[in-house]
């Protein structure tokens, strides 16, 4: 992408109200827009970071048989009825169609896919099986102010599974603890990012959360080295030790809630009255799990957890370039390389703007491709490119004609 | 896929106040499901037609320099009362947040893009440019009857351009008109999809609308065969000749109105007084167009014009898989063949269940994939499959070994 033709820039001025330190760099990189508190629009660098985001989900969720669905948004009352959640759930936006038909906004879609889930279960053949959907959610929340950590319009993976008995829920619970291990470590979040018991309900002694260790988080968990896991502060009371090795030596940090996943049990076949029969032909109620990670949540955590005081700091395999080629002065030189790292299948945004090297350094710096490659004249008498990757300091020549081998 | 593992089967019972055929034969194959009047959620094999309708699109939006984003659904009412729109507008859904903060639902976004472009603009040097965006709308029908056609909610592909004149705007709109012509052609409507004038408003005497001939369809309209191009029914009293060849002799059809272009010319850059400098340090205000296209209601013509009376007939770019493959008890041996397709790229679905072969034979033509390869007891005799193309009566025999130079 040439910059040139890139219709946002970056920003400095910010919406007042905007306290979170990832929506302000979000804003003045060019990656998102405010609309509204915890309402924002993804810019063309946003989306493709999300879009990356949502692709390494989708990838791990297919892996462990995930069928991906797209249920609806408008949820009609008579289905949160059902569950008693109409009523009860604090953060429904709730609204009422022109046939007088009242429905609220999908904040989760338990209600929508346990009938569906339904129509399609007549016998233990049917089960297990796992459908997912990643979706816009919105929360009617009190207060929207940690920027992508809580927004009132938000996007969300949101997986359900349905089994015939909670063995076999437990074996494809441990197996979506392993996919979203997976997923955190492929977005630059493994080593920071606890398995973390949590309260559970009627159904389960525990839910658990993948917590992500920041300054940022609006959690506070207790954890465990030993075993790599926590435990989060509402539980901490009933559970001080690590429920893995006994260790009572926990360390307490504030955490970001990046995912979640609950043994729902029966609670919402039983609502809905999802039975199946057995191979003796018994009726029996389907068990569910779900499994939620919010990939505009992560994209926030992420830049809580990568950046410095120029800008952000992506990981190569979400950011929105690879490579961010910078000409100074020296377009024709610089539009040929470009067109040999697109020829290559380099994602490259190309600053081939008229303006200072400072303000393309600056921004270079803001936005936080990985590798910023530059070509000056001064990098052309030696008939090469400077390479600097955005966490180093230091940068270092590199022959036009061994570009490509750079990378490989 | 094996469709002994799909979540979803083919069902008769429908909903009874479903009079739409697209939607009655989506819901009997398995491909959405009806929540509420206009309101359907996709399940995997629709889902995965939606997208690749959408990746159709996407293509032809960026050859054209559109640049994707992702705009909010909440737009606050401030952004709608700046066009008059909140009070007027009388598709929208209002509700209000726990902020007592009062919002829309989005039916279109010019209230958003608009105010967001404006950020970006200040000097003729940043137009021209298009974003655009592919998302769930939601508008308040009064009646939502007519299937995937008009939704309360549904998919749409928004596009915006901003110009500093009209000469620049009408270019792009040609060009958008041209990537709106190769869209309809690559999924399979272009011969039966007319470009078509149709009311204008204060900035531009026509607007032009994409509409494809069919039974199905809300909108009359008045071909002219000279030139591939028709007139809506709302303007032929005052345009009753062709406008491009002066024909007289205009043919009256029923068609659905797949697509629509407009230029907005100052209408919304005026209510928010989006101005640029000129390069004489002038002040002028941007120049808008905008180009709709919906993808589920797209996919809903796709069926009311590619189906028989035995179920859906999808053209192959956008089919749900590109072969069906039935094994009649010989599991074993169709497995192979499952696993040769898959190694050489084809997406394939493989009924692999234990249900006679009038079921499966009847679940591939409601289904409706463009090939259905047959693996039984006979055709194994002479080592080959049976193929036969969904869209003919007769079948043939390959040999298994000559099976990828089929579709080569």
Redesign the interface.
């Known amino acids: 992408m040439r910059q040139s033709?890139?219709?946002?820039?970056t920003?400095k001025e910010l919406p007042k109200d905007e306290t979170s330190y990832n929506a302000q760099t979000l804003i003045r990189a060019g990656f998102i827009?405010k609309?509204?508190?915890g309402?924002?629009?993804?810019?063309?660098l946003g989306?493709r970071v999300?879009d990356k985001i949502c692709r390494v989900i989708r990838e791990e969720m297919d892996v462990i048989?995930g069928?991906?669905?797209?249920?609806?948004?408008?949820?009609?009352k008579e289905?949160l009825e059902a569950t008693d959640r109409w009523e009860n759930f604090d953060v429904l936006?709730?609204?009422k169609?022109?046939?007088n038909?009242e429905?609220a906004?999908g904040a989760t879609h338990e209600e929508?896919v346990t009938p569906?889930?339904k129509?399609?279960i007549l016998s233990y053949k049917?089960l297990p099986?796992s459908?997912y959907q990643i979706q816009?959610k919105?929360r009617?929340?009190?207060r929207a102010k940690a920027g992508l950590m809580r927004g009132?319009?938000f996007l969300m993976k949101d997986m359900y599974s349905?089994h015939t008995d909670q063995a076999d829920l437990d074996a494809y619970y441990d197996r979506a603890v392993g996919a979203y291990n997976k997923i955190f470590q492929r977005l630059g979040l493994g080593e920071i990012t606890y398995f973390t018991y949590a309260a559970g309900g009627t159904f389960s002694k525990y839910s658990h959360e993948f917590q992500t260790i920041s300054d940022a988080g609006e959690d506070l968990i207790y954890v465990c080295n030993h075993c790599h896991i926590a435990i989060n502060k509402e539980i901490i009371a009933e559970q001080s030790a690590c429920p893995q090795c006994g260790n009572k030596e926990l360390a307490e940090k504030k955490a970001i809630e990046v995912g979640n996943i609950f043994k729902l049990g029966t609670k919402f076949s039983g609502s809905f009255n999802v039975v199946y029969k057995d191979d003796e032909g018994h009726d029996n109620q389907a068990v569910m799990g779900c499994y939620g990670i919010g990939p505009s949540r992560v994209m926030g955590t992420i830049v809580e957890t990568f950046h410095d005081d120029k800008g952000l700091i992506w990981p190569e395999n979400i950011a929105p370039y690879k490579i961010h080629l910078l000409s100074l002065g020296e377009n024709e030189a610089a539009a040929s390389v470009y067109a040999d790292l697109i020829a290559a299948g380099f994602e490259v945004l190309f600053d081939d703007r008229e303006i200072s090297a400072g303000e393309k350094f600056a921004d270079a710096d803001l936005i936080g491709c990985p590798y910023r490659v530059l070509v000056s004249k001064k990098t052309l008498v030696a008939a090469s490119v400077e390479i600097k990757r955005r966490s180093d300091d230091t940068s270092s020549l590199v022959a036009i004609k061994d570009l490509m081998a750079y990378w490989k």
């Open positions: 033709q890139l219709f946002t820039r920003v827009d609309v509204a508190a309402v924002y629009s993804y810019l063309p989306k999300l048989g069928q991906e669905i797209l249920m609806t948004s408008l949820i009609p289905y936006f709730r609204l169609g022109g046939d038909k429905y906004l929508i569906l889930a129509k399609f049917d099986f459908v816009t919105f009617n929340e009190k009132r319009e349905f």
